[in-house]
């Protein structure tokens, strides 16, 4: 919706434009979504008066005149072809420079059939002033030579285009928006008078007017304008329109179009004497009939399209355009004027299925004020006699069967100060209602009883509607936090340029291999959180019910991801897949926020044999993702940020997870985990398929990143692989097996894997076997089978005392 700044100051007294950056910045302060703001001089920057001096044909061309024309400080030679250039015109003219309105070319010198041409005499269509290129605009007499055309024609205005939200129809209008920033600055606004004398003579002896589809068309006035003058509009208003982006056409039409964007009431003008039988009939079409609109284009109707007709067919589409049957036209002499309330959804689904968006079924769709109708009636009568000559009829016929009900919504002050934060008066929430027309009647059993303006009927109908204006009217720039979210300081991670950089390459390593990125919801329903985390992040205002904590993990948003994948692609479907977000908790009442890595397997292998072709294909013995190929992810990961000091520690339950540690001996800690997502969840979710996943914490994975790399030397002997399998109860956890493995090996025993997990009856049911792949070497010589051997004994044996394990024969 654009607005003109003179306009609204105009039905504001006393509303201060001298600082416009501090009238749109309170304006955004009041909820009012500027998209772009423009200064109209701006585009006539280069346009000057000039004199035409003197105007002679072109040599080389019939159809071009060489001018001179003098702009006050030089005289620049012009060649036109427009045929009207006369010596002694005042004249418009585009500068080298100057960039032409209709079409956005610079002007530059060149030579036009061998003569020099230094500018451009424009015409009104060029300057997107009218439609009118039958000639080049002449300017009056006594317009200065030299002055800046801009200045001239007084296109000193700011046009302003906000964005206006479906539940807002008061907005798409001049006077909505001045309601906005009269509140705003404490003032009110002047609705323009609506002066005209009426004659003897009454619109109702001329027409009548009848609702078929009451419950279609809730309100249809309209009044009779005899004996106009159709012609051009003056300046002011074909200024007015084309600053707000209309075509003006002529006074009749272009003033129903400025009462429509002043007061945000459609309006359709009908040649009187071109409506059959003198009837107005609200009604649906007939099934399959056609009708030819404004616009010159046949439609076809269906049995909800709603009409306006006359006494033998159809005279408009009700709400969105009217016919080229009773247009308004140069020899129209007189006016019926219709101001109407149109069923919003009804205008919508007819614009939706006739392929049709106009101005008039914009405001329609989303509610026009039913109380204004007979305001902008009046208001475009006045301007027809004013600048058309015409006699207005007496009265105005109103038919309005069933009147709306008068709305009215309580607030309680106590419930409004809980939910703004801030402590609040009666008086201060009527104050600031009042500045937008939402007047008090009553104090009722603690409630303050408000009637709500019509103009907000849509937007308005509960309590928390009008917490909400008094909210936005307040001003949430003063709205100060009461709430205490303390963070621990010791742990404050420099998020600078190294951390951005460390997440951003992240990003890039699992994309070069093979991963997709996903973006799941930070906001998930408590239930679901508090599997994961006893004390989630609960929001005190959710968005809705399935949406009321913090997520603890990214594990569940990749869940859900995977499933929906699963669900369109099938189950068979390779899916690599990673995250990074922020996941959030509660600790001792204090708010945790961390950013997470999360990257998973699922489905079936995919073997790339073609990358130039991007060419697929598939291993004749399926091979699906396993937590093996999920680890060696992570390893491969760990690697290229050059951390070797980790390990891997399984803990002993049905949640099969292992936790990921880094450093060394006392000061390793967890930074993540792997899982084997537990079957029982995957089945909730309707996943068939196995799902492997990492989760890992970056802002502790990012503490042990160094650039300071110290490279080991390379072994100069070769190293010896033992693999034992040591039979252990089921509550023996890995990292007790791990550390006694560490302690046993001694100096020669370099990295331990555990590569294999196995369970069986014959084991017994509290036992399982765990498989270890055991290197060892020495940088001094070559170990003998001897050697490692004996080594390898004293580590069955420590395992055997300690934690009663055994090798599995």
């Not at 074909?238 to 707000?244: D, E, F, M, P, V």
């Not at 001897?786 to 080594?791: G, M, N, T, Y």
């Given at each position: 919706?654009?607005?003109?700044?003179?306009?609204?100051?105009?039905?504001?007294?006393?509303?201060?434009?001298?600082?416009?950056?501090?009238?749109?910045?309170?304006?955004?302060?009041?909820?009012?979504?500027?998209?772009?703001?423009?200064?109209?001089?701006?585009?006539?920057?280069?346009?000057?008066?000039?004199?035409?001096?003197?105007?002679?044909?072109?040599?080389?061309?019939?159809?071009?005149?060489?001018?001179?024309?003098?702009?006050?400080?030089?005289?620049?030679?012009?060649?036109?072809?427009?045929?009207?250039?006369?010596?002694?015109?005042?004249?418009?003219?585009?500068?080298?420079?100057?960039?032409?309105?209709?079409?956005?070319?610079?002007?530059?010198?060149?030579?036009?059939?061998?003569?020099?041409?230094?500018?451009?005499?424009?015409?009104?269509?060029?300057?997107?002033?009218?439609?009118?290129?039958?000639?080049?605009?002449?300017?009056?007499?006594?317009?200065?030579?030299?002055?800046?055309?801009?200045?001239?024609?007084?296109?000193?205005?700011?046009?302003?285009?906000?964005?206006?939200?479906?539940?807002?129809?008061?907005?798409?209008?001049?006077?909505?928006?001045?309601?906005?920033?009269?509140?705003?600055?404490?003032?009110?606004?002047?609705?323009?008078?609506?002066?005209?004398?009426?004659?003897?003579e009454r619109s109702d002896e001329y027409i009548s007017v009848e609702i078929v589809s009451g419950n279609y068309c809730k309100r249809f006035t309209g009044r009779v304008v005899k004996d106009v003058d159709v012609k051009e509009s003056p300046d002011w208003l074909k200024k007015a329109l084309t600053s707000l982006g209309?075509?003006?056409?002529?006074?009749?039409?272009?003033?129903?179009?400025?009462?429509?964007?002043?007061?945000?009431?459609?309006?359709?003008?009908?040649?009187?004497?071109?409506?059959?039988?003198?009837?107005?009939?609200?009604?649906?079409?007939?099934?399959?009939?056609?009708?030819?609109?404004?616009?010159?284009?046949?439609?076809?109707?269906?049995?909800?399209?709603?009409?306006?007709?006359?006494?033998?067919?159809?005279?408009?589409?009700?709400?969105?355009?009217?016919?080229?049957?009773?247009?308004?036209?140069?020899?129209?002499?007189?006016?019926?004027?219709?101001?109407?309330?149109?069923?919003?959804?009804?205008?919508?689904?007819?614009?939706?299925?006739?392929?049709?968006?106009?101005?008039?079924?914009?405001?329609?769709?989303?509610?026009?004020?039913?109380?204004?109708?007979?305001?902008?009636?009046?208001?475009?009568?006045?301007?027809?006699?004013?600048?058309?000559?015409?006699?207005?009829?007496?009265?105005?016929?109103?038919?309005?069967?069933?009147?709306?009900?008068?709305?009215?919504?309580?607030?309680?002050?106590?419930?409004?100060?809980?939910?703004?934060?801030?402590?609040?008066?009666?008086?201060?929430?009527?104050?600031?209602?009042?500045?937008?027309?939402?007047?008090?009647?009553?104090?009722?059993?603690?409630?303050?009883?408000?009637?709500?303006?019509?103009?907000?009927?849509?937007?308005?109908?509960?309590?928390?509607?009008?917490?909400?204006?008094?909210?936005?009217?307040?001003?949430?720039?003063?709205?100060?936090?009461?709430?205490?979210?303390?963070?621990?300081?010791?742990?404050?991670?420099?998020?600078?340029?190294?951390?951005?950089?460390?997440?951003?390459?992240?990003?890039?390593?699992?994309?070069?291999?093979?991963?997709?990125?996903?973006?799941?919801?930070?906001?998930?329903?408590?239930?679901?959180?508090?599997?994961?985390?006893?004390?989630?992040?609960?929001?005190?205002?959710?968005?809705?019910?399935?949406?009321?904590?913090?997520?603890?993990?990214?594990?569940?948003?990749?869940?859900?991801?995977?499933?929906?994948?699963?669900?369109?692609?099938?189950?068979?479907?390779?899916?690599?897949?990673?995250?990074?977000?922020?996941?959030?908790?509660?600790?001792?009442?204090?708010?945790?926020?961390?950013?997470?890595?999360?990257?998973?397997?699922?489905?079936?292998?995919?073997?790339?044999?073609?990358?130039?072709?991007?060419?697929?294909?598939?291993?004749?013995?399926?091979?699906?993702?396993?937590?093996?190929?999920?680890?060696?992810?992570?390893?491969?990961?760990?690697?290229?940020?050059?951390?070797?000091?980790?390990?891997?520690?399984?803990?002993?339950?049905?949640?099969?997870?292992?936790?990921?540690?880094?450093?060394?001996?006392?000061?390793?800690?967890?930074?993540?985990?792997?899982?084997?997502?537990?079957?029982?969840?995957?089945?909730?979710?309707?996943?068939?398929?196995?799902?492997?996943?990492?989760?890992?914490?970056?802002?502790?994975?990012?503490?042990?990143?160094?650039?300071?790399?110290?490279?080991?030397?390379?072994?100069?002997?070769?190293?010896?692989?033992?693999?034992?399998?040591?039979?252990?109860?089921?509550?023996?956890?890995?990292?007790?097996?791990?550390?006694?493995?560490?302690?046993?090996?001694?100096?020669?025993?370099?990295?331990?894997?555990?590569?294999d997990v196995y369970t069986d009856e014959k084991l017994g049911n509290d036992k399982r076997s765990i498989t270890f792949t055991l290197e060892f070497s020495s940088n001094e010589k070559t170990l003998t089978d001897d050697e490692v051997s004996k080594q390898v004994e004293k580590i069955i044996k420590a395992l055997n005392?300690?934690?009663?394990?055994?090798?599995?024969?």
């Amino acid at each position: 919706m654009k607005i003109s700044l003179n306009h609204i100051k105009s039905l504001i007294p006393g509303l201060d434009t001298g600082n416009t950056a501090a009238l749109f910045s309170r304006m955004v302060e009041i909820g009012l979504d500027i998209e772009s703001i423009e200064y109209e001089g701006n585009k006539f920057r280069n346009f000057i008066i000039g004199e035409v001096i003197s105007a002679e044909k072109h040599a080389n061309a019939d159809k071009l005149t060489k001018c001179s024309v003098s702009i006050g400080s030089e005289v620049l030679s012009i060649v036109c072809g427009a045929p009207n250039v006369q010596a002694g015109q005042k004249v418009c003219v585009a500068k080298i420079g100057a960039v032409i309105p209709k079409g956005g070319f610079e002007i530059k010198k060149n030579k036009i059939r061998g003569e020099l041409s230094e500018g451009m005499i424009c015409a009104e269509d060029e300057l997107g002033l009218s439609g009118d290129h039958s000639g080049i605009m002449i300017l009056a007499g006594s317009a200065p030579v030299g002055t800046d055309f801009a200045s001239y024609a007084g296109f000193d205005d700011y046009i302003i285009e906000i964005g206006v939200t479906p539940n807002r129809g008061d907005l798409f209008s001049q006077i909505g928006m001045a309601r906005e920033i009269a509140a705003a600055h404490g003032l009110k606004i002047e609705y323009p008078d609506t002066p005209f004398t009426e004659s003897a003579e009454r619109s109702d002896e001329y027409i009548s007017v009848e609702i078929v589809s009451g419950n279609y068309c809730k309100r249809f006035t309209g009044r009779v304008v005899k004996d106009v003058d159709v012609k051009e509009s003056p300046d002011w208003l074909k200024k007015a329109l084309t600053s707000l982006g209309l075509r003006p056409r002529n006074n009749i039409v272009d003033i129903t179009n400025f009462v429509m964007m002043e007061t945000g009431q459609p309006l359709h003008a009908f040649d009187y004497d071109k409506i059959r039988e003198k009837k107005i009939i609200v009604r649906t079409a007939n099934e399959g009939d056609k009708f030819t609109t404004l616009d010159s284009k046949e439609r076809l109707l269906n049995s909800e399209s709603l009409m306006i007709c006359d006494g033998e067919g159809y005279s408009a589409i009700a709400g969105i355009m009217g016919g080229e049957r009773s247009e308004i036209s140069d020899t129209t002499k007189n006016v019926f004027i219709e101001s109407a309330f149109f069923d919003a959804v009804c205008i919508r689904r007819n614009s939706k299925q006739l392929g049709m968006q106009t101005d008039a079924s914009q405001r329609f769709e989303r509610g026009v004020d039913i109380s204004r109708t007979t305001y902008a009636s009046d208001r475009a009568a006045s301007l027809m006699q004013l600048l058309a000559g015409g006699k207005v009829l007496k009265g105005i016929i109103d038919v309005y069967p069933e009147p709306f009900p008068e709305l009215l919504v309580g607030l309680r002050r106590e419930r409004a100060e809980k939910i703004i934060g801030i402590e609040l008066t009666d008086e201060k929430i009527i104050s600031l209602l009042r500045g937008i027309e939402i007047r008090f009647t009553e104090k009722k059993d603690g409630n303050m009883i408000f009637r709500v303006p019509e103009f907000r009927r849509n937007d308005i109908s509960r309590e928390i509607d009008l917490i909400e204006e008094t909210a936005r009217l307040y001003g949430y720039i003063n709205i100060g936090s009461r709430n205490d979210f303390r963070m621990d300081m010791s742990s404050h991670i420099d998020f600078g340029d190294d951390y951005r950089n460390f997440i951003s390459c992240t990003r890039e390593y699992f994309i070069g291999r093979g991963f997709n990125e996903i973006i799941t919801f930070s906001q998930q329903h408590d239930k679901i959180v508090r599997k994961f985390n006893e004390n989630p992040a609960l929001i005190a205002n959710p968005n809705s019910v399935d949406m009321n904590a913090m997520r603890a993990n990214l594990l569940y948003g990749m869940l859900t991801a995977i499933k929906n994948n699963q669900n369109y692609s099938g189950r068979d479907v390779s899916l690599k897949l990673f995250e990074i977000g922020k996941v959030f908790g509660c600790d001792n009442n204090i708010f945790k926020e961390e950013n997470y890595l999360c990257f998973a397997d699922s489905g079936r292998v995919q073997f790339r044999i073609d990358k130039l072709a991007d060419l697929y294909s598939y291993n004749e013995n399926d091979k699906y993702y396993d937590f093996f190929d999920i680890k060696g992810e992570l390893i491969m990961y760990l690697s290229k940020l050059k951390l070797e000091t980790y390990k891997f520690i399984y803990y002993n339950s049905n949640e099969g997870f292992f936790d990921i540690c880094l450093g060394s001996g006392n000061n390793s800690e967890i930074i993540g985990r792997i899982y084997n997502v537990d079957r029982e969840l995957l089945d909730s979710l309707g996943i068939e398929t196995g799902v492997y996943a990492v989760e890992v914490n970056m802002d502790k994975l990012s503490e042990y990143i160094t650039k300071d790399v110290k490279y080991a030397e390379i072994r100069r002997y070769p190293a010896v692989k033992r693999d034992i399998a040591v039979v252990a109860g089921k509550s023996i956890h890995y990292s007790e097996i791990y550390d006694v493995i560490r302690t046993g090996g001694g100096s020669m025993l370099k990295e331990i894997e555990l590569f294999d997990v196995y369970t069986d009856e014959k084991l017994g049911n509290d036992k399982r076997s765990i498989t270890f792949t055991l290197e060892f070497s020495s940088n001094e010589k070559t170990l003998t089978d001897d050697e490692v051997s004996k080594q390898v004994e004293k580590i069955i044996k420590a395992l055997n005392n300690k934690l009663g394990a055994v090798l599995r024969n």
